[in-house]
């Protein structure tokens, strides 16, 4: 069986053969389609031909992390985030805390 998929352009980006998306009801079809809130798919949509899964493992790890870190409900600078890690900055968790939060 074969599913063809049409998302419009601003529902999702690219990341080698791996597809993230703000249709979260997709990613059960298959494994190489990822959840993505769609005001991140947004930032990631620029930095798409330096994203690699890589990075995008690591942002989900940090992500998880920035948010245990705070008591109150946070908003990360995705595009600063993606950045740093595609430069392959070293940074811990605290510096993205306090150079990365928007509010």
């Not at 409900?73 to 430069?87: G, H, P, T």
Request: aromatic fraction near 10%.
């Amino acid at each position: 069986m074969k599913v063809t998929l049409l998302l419009k352009e601003d529902e999702y980006f690219k990341v080698g053969d791996h597809i993230f998306t703000k249709n979260d009801n997709l990613k059960s079809l298959e494994d190489k389609l990822h959840f993505c809130g769609s005001s991140a798919i947004n930032v990631f949509k620029e930095f798409e031909n330096s994203l690699t899964m890589e990075v995008m493992d690591d942002w989900s790890k940090l992500s998880k992390a920035l948010n245990q870190t705070t008591s109150c409900c946070a908003v990360w600078d995705n595009r600063k985030i993606i950045s740093e890690l595609i430069n392959k900055q070293d940074h811990p968790v605290s510096w993205y805390v306090q150079n990365c939060r928007i509010c």
